[in-house]
Nanobody, 125 residues
Framework: QVQLLESGGGVVQAGGSLGLSCAAS????????MAWFRQAPGKERDFVAS?????????DYADSVQGRFTISRDSAKNTIYLQMNGLKPEGTALYLC?????????????????WGQGTQVTVSS
């Protein structure tokens, strides 16, 4: 059973914008903090942003995307979004949706027990 399903990736020029979506099962969406990570080829999976639901109700961002990316959620659709503006070539990566039942802000991959398959974002220079 697919718990998290990402969509919206593609190719965009540097400085451009792109929006990603992650549809979750209702159980996951309503009880877990959900987040976006990204993984470039040959590199570690890095935290991008999260919406902290368990133990709070706020957004958290990596320093590298603060002010350019926005995470949001639609409770009617059990979906979170990542709006990415001012994209840079180093933003080229597989973007993955994740969920954790742990409380508070979580930025490490080990904290997340649910993962989507990812959607590819390519930023051309």
């Amino acid at each position: 059973q697919v718990q998290l399903l990402e969509s919206g990736g593609g190719v965009v020029q540097a400085g451009g914008s792109l929006g990603l979506s992650c549809a979750a099962s209702e159980r996951i969406f309503r009880t877990h903090t959900m987040a976006w990570f990204r993984q470039a080829p040959g590199k570690e999976r890095d935290f991008v942003a999260s919406w902290i639901w368990v133990g709070g109700n706020r957004a958290d961002y990596a320093d590298s995307v603060q002010g350019r990316f926005t995470i949001s959620r639609d409770s009617a659709k059990n979906t979170i979004y990542l709006q990415m503006n001012g994209l840079k070539p180093e933003g080229t990566a597989l973007y993955l949706c994740a969920a954790t039942g742990l409380r508070g802000p979580r930025t490490t991959t080990a904290a997340y027990g649910y993962w989507g398959q990812g959607t590819q974002v390519t930023v051309s220079s």
